[in-house]
């Protein structure tokens, strides 16, 4: 079993930063990854990191959001920078250990224009 808690949600205006952080509750040697689910939409990848520190991130958020991760801490982060309300969405940290994939519980980021 793996608990992610998510932390760092809010509300800001558009051009703003948030920081996002999720805690594993155990070391975890998969890649960890943000998603995102809009309002009335379907859930979607934002970033992932693998433990090696290897990054892939969606095309709407190159050069503005960028995930790291501790794994001393076992805590992943999110530096969202020049947010835009389209980045409006709950935000939800992700892993998989041993084939089973764990979500957070989501974490509300509003942008407002």
């Known amino acids: 079993q793996v608990q992610l808690v998510e932390s760092g949600g809010g509300l800001v205006q558009a051009g703003g930063s948030l920081s996002l952080s999720c805690a594993a509750s155990r070391i975890i040697f998969s890649a960890m990854g943000w998603y995102r689910q809009p309002p009335g939409k379907q859930r979607e990848l934002v970033a992932t990191?693998?433990?090696?520190?290897?990054?892939n991130y969606a095309d709407s958020v190159k050069g503005r959001f960028t995930i790291s991760r501790d794994n001393a801490k076992n805590t992943v982060y999110l530096q969202m920078n020049s947010l835009k309300p389209e980045d409006t969405a709950v935000y939800y940290c992700?892993?998989?250990?041993?084939?089973?994939?764990?979500w957070g519980q989501g974490t509300q980021v509003t942008v407002s224009s």
């Open positions: 990191i693998t433990r090696g520190g290897s990054t």
């Open positions: 992700n892993t998989q250990v041993v084939a089973r994939i764990y």
